[in-house]
């Protein structure tokens, strides 16, 4: 009964659909009718039993029954009853107070006005409160008139006593309920704040522990789980859909030390999977909460632990560690040089050898399509594919990363370069297994030979890595000379030079025109040159290098953003003349240079039709997955794609299903021997005809007389470029006065 009672009465917020202000005022309205119910009904019993008064026992049986039609409105039409509560009490205050003579019924007629405004503001707003305090005033002026006689005659005790009820009844406990109510609203929309940002709190913090990276587990210091993230239920379960909540860490990890009982509290353990015990988890505790909770992540040492194992077997004493590489168990820098020195020094007179240092050359790559675990597993398969092909008077050793190096006997055949390298690319395995999976492998290598290029191993190295240096994707051998001493030299001074032109914008663009069949200009290849210290630096020269620096993203963006602007002025001007910006892939590998050519085209969408990108097919990136990956993506958004070089680099047939190129360009090296080289003559033929039928554009570059702009011409080439019609100029040529020279192509629509 009484439960019932508090329900009805004491409304429960949380149930009434979030409405806080709405439940409160029915709550009131029900509490305040109740009690008004209960007088009246006193009242009534009153009337009946000692005044007998018929008249006021029909009003009062009148307003009861309209106070509990208003108690069973109430849920549904909260606010209208509540207005009707208020004007009823006050309606049958008023009759009370002008139709009783009775002075006692008087004073209780009006403790029930000056009620009213306190009720007023516990069902409505302050406003409201206000405007019954002053309709008060009435009642209170008609009674007190009444009294004047009586303070005259010096009967002030009843005068005194309205006027104390007036004040407290009508103006003072309205006004101190007014103040109580905006302290609790202030302090509820307080709560409701902090509430809402406790909220954004623990969804951050959920994600956050969602999002770690790594398998996270919270447990308290009992070791009961009381979250577990996706990472850490797919590591410690076979089943999908687990409930871990509620259950000890102990159900699923086994520590491999018995006795370490409490492993979660200590900073690290070892441990296996209760359900597999071949599957090693190291348990990392990362901090203590402030509720005394431990939040633990996981790591899977699985295959470490073999590793590691396999290596421990391996060793006979703690300092052959400091003479071994821990992954290949080869010997490192230190100790190869000792070996090789030993072998020199027992053999000298007899001795003629050489020495090279094997770099894989596609490792960054490996290492960011693969990542770390596997490419550990490319460096071992090759050291140990390696080793196999070695003969037993070689030498070989890890230097760091994927350097190798190998000291093997000769014998006067392999005197000579040619010889050698031969011998060299026997002993390289082409391709390495892992995962179930082929990868071609790719090296480069720096030579020096054993006695003429050094008489110790750490001579020969040094010169083994200078030689190194110069390795290309092209020209993968490299053989020391005395003269490359001095030549790295003056590379590494203008790497200097070069870093510091990238930064400071002094790289220049040069545009060479390509033109149709009738000689007219129809687009521009953007050509980068390099003005220094009073002479050009080669372009091949200053790109490689600014390959080797990493910087050639950099210097793309400088470029790409010049010509943008160069364009963009064009486009005001309605120059319709593209222009080709060269690309040799490290910069589409940069995140940030490839948002930066989606970002242009996105903001100035007829860059589509004003800036061409031609790919470099000669560098070896072209033809990984990532670069084939953006470059659809940068066709997608309208960029025009040519592939440049086309014959010269990496797999040129594989690029044109790969690589959604409209555009191919033939290389100079076959352009030049025509048109007497009928050899050449058909290789370009082919072009021509297999580029028309895959519906692509061709561009002839390294055109120089007329026969070959005619022939050309005659054999379908769409566009042409060359010194016979013009040697690159400085962009600033096309640009001055106001872009007049490039008005001069205008073409008007």
């Known amino acids: 009964?009484?439960?019932?009672?508090?329900?009805?009465?004491?409304?429960?917020?949380?149930?009434?659909?979030?409405?806080?202000?709405?439940?409160?005022?029915?709550?009131?309205?029900?509490?305040?009718?109740?009690?008004?119910?209960?007088?009246?009904?006193?009242?009534?019993?009153?009337?009946?039993?000692?005044?007998?008064?018929?008249?006021?026992?029909?009003?009062?049986?009148?307003?009861?029954?309209?106070?509990?039609?208003?108690?069973?409105?109430?849920?549904?039409?909260?606010?209208i009853c509540a207005i009707v509560f208020v004007?009823?009490?006050?309606?049958?205050?008023?009759?009370m107070l002008l139709t009783n003579p009775d002075r006692e019924s008087e004073k209780y007629a009006l403790i029930a006005l000056y009620s009213v405004p306190i009720i007023t503001r516990l069902l409505f707003t302050f406003k409201a409160s206000l405007l019954a305090m002053a309709f008060n005033l009435i009642p209170f002026y008609l009674v007190t008139t009444q009294w004047i006689d009586e303070l005259l005659v010096g009967e002030s005790s009843s005068f005194y006593f309205q006027l104390l009820t007036f004040m407290t009844l009508n103006i003072g406990l309205p006004l101190a309920v007014s103040q109580i109510i905006h302290s609790l609203e202030s302090h509820s929309a307080k709560m409701r704040e902090l509430y809402r940002k406790l909220n954004e709190n623990y969804l951050l913090y959920e994600e956050f522990f969602e999002n770690t990276g790594t398998p996270t587990l919270l447990c308290d210091q009992r070791g009961v789980l009381i979250k577990a993230n996706q990472l850490a239920q797919k590591l410690l379960s076979k089943h999908k859909h687990t409930n871990f909540t509620g259950t000890r860490i102990g159900e699923w990890l086994a520590p491999l030390n018995q006795q370490t009982?409490?492993?979660?509290?200590?900073?690290?353990?070892?441990?296996?999977?209760?359900?597999?015990?071949?599957?090693?988890?190291?348990?990392?505790?990362?901090?203590?909460?402030?509720?005394g909770h431990y939040v633990l992540h996981l790591d899977n040492m699985t295959e470490f632990r073999a590793i590691q194992q396999k290596?421990?077997?391996?060793?006979?004493?703690?300092?052959?560690?400091?003479?071994?590489?821990?992954?290949?168990?080869?010997?490192?820098?230190?100790?190869?040089?000792?070996?090789?020195?030993?072998?020199?020094?027992?053999?000298?007179?007899?001795?003629?050898?050489?020495?090279?240092?094997?770099?894989?050359?596609?490792?960054?790559?490996?290492?960011?399509?693969?990542?770390?675990?596997?490419a550990n597993k490319v460096i071992l398969n090759f050291s140990k594919a390696l080793q196999k092909r070695l003969s037993d008077q070689a030498i070989v050793g890890r230097l760091r990363g994927v350097k190798f190096a190998c000291f093997i006997p000769l014998n006067q055949t392999h005197l000579i370069p040619k010889n050698l390298s031969m011998l060299i690319q026997a002993l390289l395995p082409s391709q390495?297994?892992?995962?179930?999976?082929?990868?071609?492998?790719?090296?480069?290598?720096?030579?020096?030979?054993?006695?003429?290029?050094?008489?110790?191993?750490?001579?020969?190295?040094?010169?083994?890595?200078?030689?190194l240096e110069y390795s290309s994707s092209s020209d993968k051998f490299?053989?020391?000379?005395?003269?490359?001493?001095?030549?790295?030299?003056?590379?590494?001074?203008?790497?200097?030079?070069?870093?510091?032109?990238?930064?400071?914008?002094?790289?220049?663009?040069?545009?060479?025109?390509?033109?149709?069949?009738?000689?007219?200009?129809?687009?521009?290849?953007?050509?980068?040159?390099?003005?220094?210290?009073?002479?050009?630096v080669s372009p091949m020269e200053f790109i490689k290098l600014a390959e080797k620096l990493g910087m050639l993203p950099v210097l793309a963006e400088n470029l790409v953003r010049e010509l943008v602007i160069t364009l963009s002025a064009w486009h005001k001007e309605r120059v319709k003349i593209p222009i080709a910006f060269n690309l040799a892939g490290q910069e589409l590998m940069n995140d940030t240079f490839f948002a930066l050519l989606m970002t242009l085209i996105a903001d100035n969408p007829w860059l589509s039709e004003m800036l061409e990108l031609e790919i470099t097919e000669t560098s070896s990136v072209m033809t990984h997955p990532l670069i084939h990956k953006r470059l659809r993506s940068l066709s997608q958004y309208g960029y025009s794609i040519a592939i440049d070089d086309f014959g010269t680099g990496q797999a040129s047939l594989g690029q044109l299903v790969d690589i959604p190129a409209s555009i191919l360009k033939i290389d100079r090296r076959f352009v030049a021997p025509l048109p007497q080289d009928k050899r050449h003559l058909d290789i370009v033929k082919s072009t021509i005809q297999l580029a028309v039928s895959l519906d692509m554009q061709v561009i002839a570059e390294g055109i120089e007389t007329k026969e070959q702009a005619n022939l050309l011409t005659a054999l379908g080439c769409h566009t042409l470029q060359g010194y016979y019609f013009g040697k690159p100029a400085p962009m600033s040529d096309w640009t001055a006065n106001d872009h007049e020279k490039a008005k001069e192509l205008r073409m008007v629509y």
């Open 261 to 291: 009982k409490l492993f979660w509290q200590s900073n690290k353990a070892e441990c296996t999977l209760k359900h597999n015990i071949d599957i090693h988890i190291q348990v990392r505790r990362a901090s203590l909460t402030n509720h």
């Open 432 to 467: 390495l297994m892992m995962d179930g999976q082929r990868l071609n492998m790719d090296y480069q290598l720096g030579i020096a030979y054993y006695d003429t290029d050094g008489k110790t191993a750490e001579e020969l190295l040094e010169h083994c890595e200078m030689a």
């Open 311 to 374: 290596l421990e077997s391996t060793q006979q004493t703690n300092s052959r560690l400091a003479h071994f590489d821990l992954l290949t168990l080869l010997p490192n820098h230190l100790h190869f040089c000792r070996q090789v020195n030993l072998k020199i020094n027992e053999q000298d007179n007899h001795l003629t050898g050489a020495m090279f240092i094997i770099r894989i050359s596609q490792f960054k790559l490996l290492n960011k399509q693969y990542g770390k675990d596997n």
């Open 1 to 79: 009964m009484l439960d019932s009672l508090k329900q009805y009465f004491f409304i429960d917020s949380a149930q009434s659909s979030g409405q806080g202000p709405a439940t409160f005022q029915l709550s009131i309205l029900r509490i305040l009718i109740a009690i008004t119910i209960s007088i009246f009904v006193i009242s009534e019993l009153h009337s009946m039993l000692i005044n007998g008064v018929l008249f006021f026992f029909e009003i009062n049986s009148l307003y009861l029954c309209a106070l509990f039609a208003i108690l069973y409105l109430s849920k549904s039409h909260t606010k």
């Open 478 to 536: 490299s053989f020391y000379n005395h003269k490359l001493e001095g030549k790295l030299v003056r590379e590494h001074n203008l790497s200097l030079q070069l870093s510091s032109a990238i930064k400071n914008k002094q790289i220049d663009i040069w545009l060479q025109p390509q033109v149709a069949g009738n000689g007219q200009i129809k687009s521009f290849e953007a050509l980068a040159r390099w003005h220094n210290e009073g002479e050009f």
């Open 87 to 95: 004007l009823s009490l006050t309606l049958i205050s008023g009759v």
